[in-house]
Each structure stands twice: as structure tokens, then as C-alpha cells.
């Protein structure tokens, strides 16, 4: 079994499981057709915006639950400031490692999470919505995993170029002809930027 | 229960029979020779080799001669293809897109060799299309591949039907059949089918893993694939287990002596599980024909609202072995092309679970399947935010 033990005892008794009944905040990250879909539920004390409650759905992979359940224990009695800082890596390390290609799996965790509180900072007044720009499509690559190694493309250098310019983003990608992951991290960057509106053309280009 | 206790990937590979091990023994440590000429050792091994190929040809309708054993059927199906191919030196052949990986990996080498190749598409039960195989066939159509029992959700092709459609081509085009899903799951004699080259693999029938055959109809050239010295077969050269051969005609005997009974024993628990499955799980639908169209040891469903990997982990913590089409689950992270290519939808293919069986699983193993499965799945589905966000009355 490549899974951690860890991994094995959250995705066999997942923590904090199930819709929430009048959240304070809510996300979906994810899509059915890509294999993992995770929700996350969070109740915020007004004053001491600090997360009381916070519990999660998950379609997906034992990684997808386990990644889940960690990352909700994780935020859980944290403070918003505090809970901002929980990357997948924290949720990798808390889950003794995933095999590289569930990597992916954690990001997509923490992703949720931090647009949960995103949402809520937003409908509070604390932060303005974000303006989009070319910093907002280098943050997205920075959750784009290469399944290979099980760290993202950024890190690994393997972005050679990002444009962004009336609405086209192109993004010239340092991957071999014969690497078996091209499709699989395009497939990805699409997935990733399709849902900004202020994108209307997404080209990716290999070498 | 232990890991593997019940083993439902007989697709696979599949447990070894208690008589095929004794009947291998002897041929490790007594047995064991190489054929050669002018000593008895030699003498007494070609005919022990002759033996076992007599028992597998008469299970084809072949002759002893057109047998050639290799070392599993990928290099039986990469000995015909190629080896065809370099001796026809024809322009095109045509193989479909749901056909096993052997035969799509040597299409795209052949590409690769100038052949231009036609994949033909398949039906919503995997099937192909015989009016799409006509249309396809052009004067410099060589060879035709197909899997004869689909390897993802057991769909039987119409062979007699594809063998009459190459035969009203004015050449003579090669028919190609894997039959590593097929071999002693359907009757399957050559010359009912017009075959002319045809992979089979010993350890899908409870034969010994390592060992296969070629079959290779009687004037059918092949260019030679693997040179080296000749021990027991022109086509394999170098060496070949001989214990493995008696291992593998044991289970050819075995499977054989009444393949009516054996066909029937698989396709009563495949029936069982079937209907096991769809009255203990809501939102399940099988993948596949229906019925006499599908092999006997198939049974392909798609489970609403959950994925598949989760699934496949979850039983095996239970001690049951079975595969999933989800991206999840594979190297590569992509759903099942078969799947999608019979218009499944990447949920469908993430849902799917693929359950073989073979003829010593019982019902009760298939009861606790289902049960521990149904389980898995009402926990899985309380977890889906798909299932989720169905209202109370269609769940």
C-alpha cells in the first residue's frame, strides 16, 4: 500500500464529515469530470473570527478524503489569520506524505479551505475582492502539481514564460516531447484558470 | 481477511490449480531437457513439447504445428503483429479504438513503420462497427486486430462476421485476434473464425504465469521478431520454461475437458453478482452488453456519486481485490478509454468497478462482495457532494 498509515486512518474515519446547516462561509473547489470535487463548510465567531466549526464533503480518491479530513482538523479552533498560513504542505506533512501523484489531492484541499475564508473576508468587508491580473495566473501555477515528483511547476522551473493580455494568457511550459505528464498538467491549467471570467483564451505551449 | 482473500481481478491473472503445480514439478528437476537430435534426453523433450502443443492446439482446432509457445501473449501479439507486417510490408491495417493496449501500442509502432492504420470507433457496449470495417478496408488493407473479448467490459466481437467482410476484400487480409479475455471463457475454434494469428496466455485460465502462445495458421509467414538460437520454438527463440509448457497444457486440459460447464459455472456467478449488485445498491448501472453478448467472467458497473479508487482501497482494507476505471486509480491519472470511447462520461469511468471472476469464487464470497461493497458506498456516498445535492427523494 503506497498510502501512509495516516492517510489509511483519515480516509477510514474521516473527521468532521458532512453538509453544515447555516455556514458562515462555503466553497467548492474541483469538478466531477477531473475525479475530486471537495466542499468545505466553515462558522466563524464574529468577534473572534475564530473558526468554531468546520466540516467537509468529498467526491474522490482515499487521498482526496484523507487530504480533506486533515486540512479540517488543521483550521479548526485557528484563528482566520492563522488558518491563512495552512498550505497543502502543512497538510502533506501532517498526513506523513502522500505517494507524488495524489500530491495533487492536497492542493486541491488547502485551495478549498482558502477560498472558503476568502469568501467570508470578502462578504465581511475585511478585503477587497482581488484584482485580476498576471500575479493572480502565477499564484494558480503555483497549485498545479507535477505527478511525476509531487511538487508544483513553479517550484520545479518548469514555467518558462506567462502572459497576460486583453483577456489571452499564454504560458510556455519547459516539458519534454516525450514526458508522459504533458497532457495531464495542461488539463490542469485549464481547470485552474477556466474559472476567471476575465480569461477568455488560454494557450499552452511546450517546447 | 487476509490481502487478495478474494480475488475479483481474474482479468488479470489467475490462481494457479493444484494439479497444474504437480503436473510442472517434474519437467524443474527431472524432466527438464532441450530438444536434440541423436540423445534420448533430447529426443524425449521434443516429444514432451509436442505433447503439450497437441493439447493446446486441439483446444483451437489447430494442428500441433501452427502452436507456437512464447513467454506470455504480449510477445505472442508482438511477434504476429510485427512479424506479419515485416513480411507483408502492406500500407494499411485497421484495429479499433477500444482494442486491448498490446494491440493499440503496436498500431502506433506500426504508424511509425509508414503503415497508415484506421481506428475504427465502437458502440455504447464496445462493440464495432461492421459497416464502419467495410468502409475502411482499402486495396492496401493487410491486417485486421481485434480483441475478441473486450479486456474492460467483456464485450464478445462479431469475429465470423468481421472474418466474411475481409474475406469479400480482393486481397487477402490477415485477421489478428488477442485472445488473453477469450481463451477457455467462449469456444473459440480458429477455423470457425477464419483466424489466421491468435494470442493466448496460460495464466487466465489457472496455468502458470510466464507462458503463452501464437497461434499462426498454416502457411501464414511471419517475419523473424526475436533472433538467437532455436531451443524449442523458430518464432520465441532461446530459451522456454519446459515445466511451464506442462503446467500450461495441464490447464488447457483442465479448462477444456468440459468448457460447456465451465462457461456455465462463470456465467451463473457473474448473473449472481449482477443481480446481487443491482438489488443491495441504488444508482448502478452495468457497462456493457447484456446477456450471451459479454464473457462469462465480466461483470463492469458504474456506482453514481463515489469514485472508484476509494472504493477499490476501501474493499481491499476488506480483503477483496478489484479494478477501477478512475483517473484516480491509474499511472497516468486518465479514466478508462475503453469506457469513454462507449460514450461513458469521465464521472461514469471514475465510478466504474471491474469484477472477474473465476470458476472456484462461491456465492457466499460473492455475498459478502456485495455487502461489504454496499457498505463502502452508503459511506462513501453520506461523504459525496454529489450525492449530496440530490433531494431527498431520488436518493
Redesign the interface.
Known amino acids: 500500500m503506497q498510502y501512509s498509515q495516516k492517510v489509511l486512518d483519515h480516509f477510514m474515519h474521516p473527521r468532521n464529515v458532512g453538509k453544515m446547516e447555516n455556514p458562515d462561509a462555503v466553497a467548492t473547489e474541483g469538478s466531477p469530470s477531473c475525479g475530486d470535487q471537495v466542499t468545505v463548510y466553515l462558522k466563524i465567531n464574529d468577534e473572534t473570527k475564530v473558526i468554531d466549526d468546520v466540516s467537509f464533503l468529498s467526491y474522490g480518491c482515499a487521498s482526496n478524503i484523507a487530504t480533506a479530513s486533515i486540512i479540517t482538523d488543521l483550521a479548526k479552533g485557528k484563528s482566520l489569520e492563522e488558518a491563512k498560513n495552512i498550505t497543502w504542505r502543512d497538510a502533506m506533512e501532517a498526513l506523513d506524505g502522500l505517494p507524488p501523484v495524489k500530491v495533487h489531492c492536497s492542493v486541491l484541499a488547502a485551495d478549498t479551505l482558502q477560498t472558503a475564508i476568502s469568501n467570508y473576508e470578502i462578504a465581511h468587508g475585511l478585503k477587497e475582492v482581488p484584482n485580476f491580473g498576471k500575479e493572480t495566473i502565477l499564484e494558480e501555477l503555483k497549485k498545479i502539481i507535477y505527478p511525476q515528483v509531487g511538487e508544483d511547476i513553479v517550484n520545479l522551473k518548469m514555467v518558462k514564460y506567462v502572459g497576460f493580455d486583453d483577456g489571452n494568457v499564454i504560458i510556455d511550459l519547459n516539458m519534454l516531447s516525450f514526458d508522459s505528464w504533458r497532457d495531464n498538467v495542461k488539463e490542469e491549467i485549464i481547470e485552474h484558470l477556466e474559472k476567471y471570467p476575465e480569461i477568455k483564451n488560454i494557450q499552452i505551449n511546450f517546447p | 481477511m487476509k490481502p487478495g482473500s478474494i480475488y475479483l481481478d481474474n482479468c488479470v491473472t489467475s490462481p494457479l490449480d493444484q494439479e497444474v503445480l504437480d503436473a510442472m514439478l517434474p519437467y524443474f528437476n527431472q524432466q527438464f531437457w532441450y530438444p536434440a537430435s541423436f540423445v534420448s534426453t533430447g529426443e524425449k523433450a521434443s516429444e514432451n513439447i509436442a505433447s503439450f502443443a497437441k493439447i493446446v492446439a486441439d483446444s483451437l482446432g489447430a494442428n500441433p504445428d501452427e502452436i507456437h509457445f512464447t513467454s506470455g501473449g504480449t510477445v505472442a501479439n508482438n511477434i504476429a503483429i510485427k512479424g506479419i507486417a515485416n513480411a507483408v510490408k502492406g500500407g494499411h491495417a485497421i484495429v479499433s479504438v477500444v482494442d486491448y493496449p498490446d494491440l493499440l501500442t503496436n498500431a502506433a509502432w506500426l504508424e511509425k513503420q509508414g503503415v497508415e492504420v484506421t481506428y475504427l470507433s465502437a458502440d455504447n457496449q464496445a462493440k464495432i462497427d461492421l459497416q464502419e470495417l467495410k468502409d475502411a478496408i482499402r486495396p492496401d488493407t493487410f491486417l485486421f486486430m481485434t480483441t475478441a473479448v473486450n479486456h474492460v467490459v467483456g464485450t464478445i466481437q462479431p469475429l465470423k462476421e468481421i472474418r466474411e467482410i475481409l474475406d469479400s476484400a480482393t486481397q487477402k487480409i490477415y485477421f489478428m485476434v488477442d485472445a488473453g479475455q477469450a481463451y477457455g471463457k467462449m469456444h473459440l475454434k480458429v477455423d470457425d473464425f477464419g483466424i489466421d494469428l491468435m494470442s493466448i496466455s496460460a495464466h487466465k485460465i489457472h496455468g502458470p504465469q510466464g507462458i503463452g502462445a501464437l497461434y499462426v495458421r498454416k502457411g501464414v509467414r511471419l517475419a523473424q521478431l526475436i533472433h538467437g538460437v532455436k531451443r524449442v520454438d523458430n518464432l520465441q527463440t532461446g530459451g522456454l520454461s519446459i515445466a511451464l509448457m506442462a503446467g500450461f497444457a495441464k490447464a488447457v486440459e483442465i479448462t477444456f475437458a468440459d468448457l460447456d460447464a465451465t462457461i456455465a459455472t462463470l456465467r451463473e456467478l457473474s448473473d449472481y453478482l449482477l443481480e446481487k449488485l443491482e438489488a443491495k445498491i441504488p444508482h448502478i448501472e452495468l457497462n456493457g452488453a447484456v446477456g450471451e453478448g459479454r464473457a462469462p467472467h465480466n461483470i463492469n458497473v458504474s456506482i453514481d456519486?463515489?469514485?472508484g479508487?476509494?472504493v477499490t482501497?476501501?474493499l481491499?482494507?476488506k480483503g477483496i481485490t478489484v479494478a477501477t476505471g478512475?483517473?484516480?486509480?491509474s499511472?497516468?491519472?486518465?479514466?478508462s478509454y475503453v469506457l469513454l470511447a462507449m460514450g461513458k462520461?469521465?464521472?461514469q469511468s471514475?465510478g466504474s468497478m471491474k469484477f472477474t471472476l473465476n470458476k472456484y469464487i462461491t456465492k457466499e464470497e460473492l455475498d459478502y462482495t456485495v455487502d461489504t461493497l454496499a457498505e463502502i458506498t452508503k459511506k462513501l456516498r453520506?461523504?459525496?457532494?454529489?450525492y449530496?445535492s440530490l433531494n431527498t427523494q431520488e436518493k
Open positions: 456519486y463515489i469514485e479508487e476509494s482501497v476501501m481491499d482494507m478512475s483517473a484516480c486509480a499511472q497516468g491519472l486518465k479514466p462520461n469521465h464521472v471514475h453520506e461523504l459525496s457532494p454529489l449530496n
